[in-house]
């Protein structure tokens, strides 16, 4: 059996990145995101997802090489953004 090989971290994080900022819905307008009672502010939220993803696409164009933990705490950023965000009603329940 051949093994599959893993991407190197900064390749893992570039994915993740591109698969955080596919699933989230950024680009939202202000007006929508704030209709209501919510669970977390919504806008909040994405700012501050976005910030971190702009500050580590900064990283990594200066050749930054992220660790392991690195890419666990975005993905679990990701992640529990994108609960606040479907429970907000601003993604749908899949």
Same mark, same amino acid.
């Given at each position: 059996?051949?093994?599959?090989?893993?991407?190197?971290?900064?390749?893992?994080?570039?994915?993740?990145?591109? &698969?955080? =900022?596919?699933?989230?819905?950024?680009?939202?307008?202000?007006?929508? #995101?704030? /209709?209501?009672?919510?669970? $977390?502010?919504?806008?909040?939220?994405?700012?501050?997802?976005?910030?971190?993803?702009?500050?580590? &696409?900064? =990283?990594?164009?200066?050749?930054?090489?992220?660790?392991?933990?690195? #890419?666990? /705490?975005?993905?679990?950023? $990701?992640?529990?953004?994108?609960?606040?965000?479907?429970?907000?009603?601003?993604?749908?329940?899949?």
């Amino acid at each position: 059996m051949s093994q599959r090989a893993r991407p190197d971290t900064s390749t893992a994080m570039h994915r993740l990145i591109g &698969e955080i =900022r596919t699933r989230i819905p950024f680009a939202t307008p202000t007006a929508s #995101l704030c /209709r209501g009672p919510c669970k $977390g502010c919504s806008k909040k939220l994405l700012e501050f997802l976005d910030t971190e993803l702009e500050e580590w &696409e900064g =990283r990594l164009e200066d050749g930054e090489v992220p660790r392991l933990g690195d #890419l666990q /705490r975005l993905e679990k950023m $990701g992640r529990k953004v994108h609960a606040a965000l479907r429970k907000n009603g601003l993604i749908a329940s899949a």
